[in-house]
């Protein structure tokens, strides 16, 4: 059965400190692979995507993500983190040749000044 | 543009009551998705719909009903709602399948009492 697992319940860093949220799937192809924000009271908002070619995506508000097959997984990082990413985050993942989405449980992270 | 629209945004039943939760985008995609989110759980599939027309079954959909109405609504319907129900849906889109990104409505909050 296909899985996305978020490790971390809830994270907090200082803002101005890196940061990285963990993913792991479990699939037997290659996914599409996925990651999301959410502010409270708040729909989701797509982050970056993953496909195919370089294991290395870049996302918007200055997030990135890295692929590693071997490892089934997708982190997500900041290299410096502000107040205002203050939100739940999800992985999820996309499976090819099926028209469904599954997500993990969600990572709140917290902002300290 | 509105993107993706639900209502109603709150909504509070009695145990045996039914409903049903409204969708609409205005993006011309092909495919609609209805998700609920439970704390700790992230988001479940109930139902999607890959085309006007079509509906499949997600991870959850016992106790729920959808219609695709036309290329632009999707609809769900509880007959007879049950504390177990209560939950945050949201409804998604995205233009054609697995491989894009989802865009998200604001959610409804829906307790059953």
């Given at each position: 059965a296909q899985s996305v697992t978020q490790p971390d319940i809830h994270i907090t860093v200082s803002e101005g400190a890196s940061l990285e949220l963990r993913c792991n799937y479990s699939y037997g192809a290659t996914p599409y692979l996925f990651w999301y924000v959410q502010s409270p009271g708040q729909g989701l908002q797509l982050l970056l995507k993953y496909f195919s070619g370089d294991?290395?995506?870049?996302?918007?508000?200055?997030?990135?993500?890295?692929?590693?097959?071997?490892?089934?997984?997708?982190?997500?990082?900041?290299?410096?983190?502000?107040?205002?990413?203050?939100?739940?985050?999800?992985?999820?993942?996309?499976?090819?040749?099926?028209?469904?989405?599954?997500?993990?449980?969600?990572?709140?992270?917290?902002?300290?000044? | 543009n509105a993107g993706v629209t639900q209502t109603p945004k709150f909504q509070v039943l009695k145990t045996g009551q039914s409903m049903t939760l409204q969708c609409a985008q205005d993006m011309n995609h092909n495919s609609m998705y209805w998700?609920?989110?439970?704390?700790?759980?992230?988001?479940?599939?109930?139902?999607?719909?890959?085309?006007?027309?079509?509906?499949?079954?997600?991870?959850?959909?016992?106790?729920?009903?959808?219609?695709?109405?036309?290329?632009?609504?999707?609809?769900?319907?509880?007959?007879?709602?049950?504390?177990?129900?209560?939950?945050?849906?949201?409804?998604?889109?995205?233009?054609?399948d697995s491989r894009d990104e989802q865009y998200f409505g604001p959610g409804t909050r829906l307790t059953v009492t």
């Open positions: 294991t290395l995506v870049q996302g918007i508000k200055g997030f990135e993500a890295e692929f590693k097959r071997s490892q089934s997984s997708f982190n997500l990082r900041k290299p410096s983190v502000h107040w205002s990413d203050a939100a739940e985050y999800f992985c999820a993942v996309g499976l090819y040749n099926f028209n469904k989405f599954y997500f993990g449980s969600g990572t709140k992270l917290n902002v300290k000044p | 998700y609920r989110q439970d704390p700790g759980m992230g988001l479940r599939l109930i139902y999607y719909s890959a085309s006007e027309g079509t509906t499949d079954k997600g991870e959850v959909p016992n106790g729920y009903n959808v219609s695709r109405l036309n290329k632009r609504e999707f609809s769900l319907r509880l007959e007879s709602a049950a504390p177990s129900q209560t939950s945050v849906y949201f409804c998604a889109s995205s233009a054609r």
